[in-house]
């Protein structure tokens, strides 16, 4: 059992804004020597159930894949310049 979280906070001037309007924005992280991006996706809440969407139609198809196969509910987000989002880490390829 993991005794303590470590706390990683990404500074707002080290987010890149990958579509020009906010919505996905990047980051470069190294965790343990593997770098990796850090995306941001921008969501809000839709519906009577309040599900998780991404803001862009474009990144739809994408989140809708994150959501099915590494979800068991909805995500927790964070906020970034007070917007909403979820982030995902993926290494460098």
């Given at each position: ?41 921008q ?26 196969y ?24």
């Amino acid at each position: 059992m993991q005794s303590e979280i470590i706390t990683i906070i990404i500074p707002p001037g080290m987010w890149n804004d990958i579509e020009g309007d906010a919505t996905c924005l990047k980051s470069v992280i190294s965790i343990c020597g593997t770098l990796m991006h850090l995306e941001a996706i921008q969501v809000q809440y839709v519906g009577r159930d309040r599900v998780q969407q991404a803001v862009n139609p474009r990144l739809e198809d994408d989140f809708n894949v994150l959501r099915r196969y590494g979800s068991e509910g909805q995500f927790e987000t964070t906020d970034i310049k007070g917007k909403t989002y979820v982030l995902v880490a993926t290494p460098f390829t």
